[in-house]
């Protein structure tokens, strides 16, 4: 099918075009051949992992000496029905093995146990990766079939959805006429999913899986740099679609936050993204030149501080070797115990961890200790006076220790925070 309306002439077919230049193999599936030699190697339209793609993938990508059975475990594991898990959760546990692996267990030829961890995606080296942007792509469900306006496969596992409309029409309306029906008709297409993209060209909204509108928002520029596109669109597919950003906004920057309501995903907005990777270059900067200073994150009130630090946090403990120690420091109480919960909360600590500084003592307690977190006000770091100091005492001598500080500009020029450096 060659179509040739505005929504297509103005807005997909140039959205084709752009990943393709970013490494993207286009495949129109309006007529797709199913089976293994098939349009895209899946054997059936209810079918949203591409099962061949994804098996002849891992296969490269893992040890010659993983059997094929392990192989086809994993593929098993990732792909059974979730349908009766709460949807989030499913999307949850789908996002840890895309992200860490199968752990794939066999006995060799000589009797031995085997174990190993398999990997779905190359994370480190993205272009090694199947990348195909599909158009026209029919997901049939329970009752009803639906045609995708475009969707990224990353070896087969379909991380991004993008639905189009006419330039003159609301991007508001991909949302209420077609991602809500999706949800609802073909909900398996959504279990691996990492974000959705609607636009209209001159307009383009970024949103987790699940996210309500309120929540989809702007991705604001493509790089550090504040580079733009020509639109809107092309400023999002640039900076969200690259496959480097796409796996790295996979292995680091989600979330899932546990809510009075239920469990949330969240993603980084444009601002997080670029900011935490920029504290990790300087991070890999600082430990070449023995500076100290990783500098200052600006945030406006309510663009997501918390969420910042841990992603930053996450990220340096997955990638950057070492026993890091996170000291994440306040200076008021509501801030102290809200940052502490975000952090649970989004399962970075456990509930039941104490480290969360309660005395002056406590606090020297947990420095001492080979904590990953560490939570304290930054009034907990002064002299002890049952001990009788009368100057501050050096707490620790690691060089491992970050400290990350929020609402610095009130309380980090004085005697606390003297004492705290």
Not at 6 to 33: C, G, R
Request: net charge negative; glycine share 6%.
């Amino acid at each position: 099918m060659t179509p040739t309306g505005p929504e297509y002439v103005y807005v997909e077919k140039p959205s084709i075009e752009l990943l393709e230049q970013l490494d993207w193999t286009p495949v129109d599936a309006f007529h797709e051949v199913l089976g293994a030699q098939g349009t895209l190697g899946r054997d059936s339209q209810h079918d949203v992992v591409l099962s061949h793609r994804l098996r002849f993938a891992m296969r490269k990508l893992n040890s010659e000496d993983v059997p094929d059975t392990s192989i086809n475990e994993a593929i098993e594991v990732l792909t059974k029905d979730r349908s009766a898990m709460d949807r989030v959760r499913a999307n949850r546990e789908v996002h840890k093995l895309l992200r860490d692996g199968y752990q794939a267990e066999w006995t060799d030829d000589h009797g031995d146990k085997q174990i190993e961890t398999l990997r779905y995606f190359d994370l480190r080296n993205p272009l090694n990766n199947d990348l195909v942007a599909v158009r026209q792509l029919w997901v049939k469900g329970n009752l009803h079939s639906r045609r995708l306006d475009l969707a990224l496969f990353v070896n087969g596992v379909p991380l991004v959805l993008m639905e189009f409309k006419e330039p003159n029409e609301p991007v508001k309306s991909a949302y209420d006429d077609n991602l809500t029906d999706y949800r609802d008709t073909i909900p398996q297409l959504f279990i691996p999913n990492c974000f959705v993209l609607l636009s209209n060209g001159s307009v383009a909204k970024v949103g987790s899986t699940y996210s309500p509108w309120e929540y989809f928002s702007d991705w604001m520029v493509i790089d550090a740099l504040g580079t733009r596109g020509a639109i809107a669109l092309e400023t999002a597919l640039r900076g969200t679609c690259n496959p480097a950003v796409l796996l790295d906004l996979v292995e680091n920057f989600v979330a899932y936050m546990e809510r009075p309501g239920g469990l949330i995903k969240v993603l980084a907005r444009s601002h997080q993204y670029l900011g935490v990777n920029a504290a990790i270059e300087n991070l890999h900067q600082a430990r070449a030149e023995q500076d100290k200073r990783l500098g200052v994150f600006w945030h406006t009130q309510g663009s997501g501080k918390s969420l910042s630090m841990l992603w930053f946090t996450q990220k340096v403990l997955r990638q950057v070797p070492g026993k890091w120690t996170f000291v994440m420091v306040t200076d008021r109480t509501e801030l102290d115990i809200q940052l502490h919960g975000e952090f649970a909360d989004a399962g970075a600590i456990s509930p039941e961890a104490r480290v969360h500084a309660e005395s002056v003592a406590h606090l020297r307690e947990l420095l001492a200790a080979d904590h990953r977190y560490v939570f304290t006000l930054i009034q907990k770091f002064q002299p002890s006076k049952s001990l009788g100091e009368r100057q501050m005492p050096v707490l620790s001598n690691r060089s491992d220790v970050i400290v990350v500080t929020d609402e610095a500009h009130r309380s980090q020029y004085d005697t606390l925070a003297l004492n705290m450096r």
